[in-house]
């Protein structure tokens, strides 16, 4: 178990930046989490940690040791990708030892390791099997337990869970919180999903364009998001924002000076009589998922304002209806978009 730091590493494809200067200490035991929209370098960046993509400037510390310049094998580091590449002719035993086999690892050994991490994994009936034989899940617990087997001094995770359905992503986001339980170890993993990032993560790292725009806890970044790209790209559905001076607005309280735009949550809206909140509109869409009902809502010059409401509204299109929103969950952004509070 290591920490690990970057200090202004940057990644240049010819006169291309991609990397553009990234600061970041990751503490030993911490379960770290890259997200943002494509092309944002997430991928890269992990890549550039595990050694596989060199570093153009900067400087990766690794358990203390500067490994800028050592090659992957050197780097104590394990990697999960979301291919398993599981070989097809050997069992989920021979599978997950194969990589102690090659170093020369002694047959006590191997089976010891591969025994310990099919425990953790709950893998134990599956070890005499091939992977034709598993399910996708259980294809990738093995792939992780190929991992664990290395004894890593961290783990590096590219987007494992994107290839399975949406039932199982639930299931192996249990078993690898689970796993970090058991484990401790120091984790760092891409996704460009945000539900991921939220259940997952110690800290998530929000890249924008090559640039880390926010680094915090889930609930600091949901509940204080330093800008207005972090603002509606954590949350789901994402926060409403329009302009401060949107006619028929009725706030409660001026916003503080400077602000540009406003942002409120769906899960922070309310929906009253027409008049009697802070924004009138037309119900346009409804979106019913039994627990919750979404009510997207015309608010004309404010644009459609998405509510989170609680089972079913009873509203129909078409019907007007006000949005009142929590005086405590308005956010102010400047011409810059950055956070006014």
């Not at 030892?97 to 953790?120: H, W």
């Not at 364009?209 to 949901?222: C, M, N």
Request: net charge negative; aromatic share 6%.
């Amino acid at each position: 178990m290591a920490g690990i730091e970057l200090n202004s590493v940057e990644k240049w494809y010819g006169d291309a930046q991609v990397i553009k200067g990234v600061d970041l200490a990751i503490d030993e035991g911490e379960f770290i989490i890259f997200v943002g929209p494509s092309g944002c370098g997430k991928s890269t960046l992990l890549r550039m940690i595990a050694g596989l993509e060199e570093t153009s400037r900067g400087q990766i510390v690794i358990g203390g040791r500067d490994a800028t310049a050592e090659p992957p094998a050197q780097r104590g580091l394990a990697m999960v990708f979301q291919s398993y590449a599981l070989y097809p002719h050997m069992s989920v035993r021979e599978n997950m030892g194969f990589s102690l086999k090659a170093a020369g690892a002694s047959k006590d050994e191997i089976t010891s390791k591969v025994d310990e991490a099919a425990r953790v994994l709950k893998l134990e009936p599956l070890l005499e099997r091939r992977p034709k034989d598993l399910s996708g899940g259980q294809r990738q617990r093995v792939a992780i337990g190929r991992s664990i087997v290395r004894d890593p001094t961290a783990f590096l995770f590219d987007e494992p869970l994107s290839n399975l359905d949406a039932a199982l992503r639930v299931e192996m986001r249990y078993e690898i919180a689970k796993l970090h339980q058991a484990l401790g170890s120091t984790m760092i993993y891409v996704t460009h999903d945000q539900v991921e990032a939220m259940t997952l993560a110690d800290r998530i790292v929000v890249l924008e364009g090559g640039r880390v725009s926010q680094v915090g806890s889930p609930r600091e970044l949901y509940e204080r998001p330093g800008n207005l790209f972090v603002a509606q790209f954590i949350g789901s559905p994402k926060m409403n924002v329009f302009a401060a001076t949107t006619p028929g607005l009725r706030l409660a309280a001026p916003m503080p000076a400077g602000a540009e735009q406003i942002g409120i949550r769906p899960e922070h809206i309310t929906l009253t009589e027409p008049g009697s909140g802070q924004i009138d509109g037309t119900v346009d869409v409804l979106e019913y998922l039994g627990a919750d009902t979404y009510v997207i809502a015309d608010c004309g010059e404010a644009g459609k304002l998405t509510v989170r409401a609680q089972g079913d509204t009873g509203l129909a299109p078409g019907a007007r209806c006000g949005l009142a929103f929590d005086p405590a969950q308005i956010r102010a952004f400047d011409s810059a978009g950055l956070a006014l509070r």
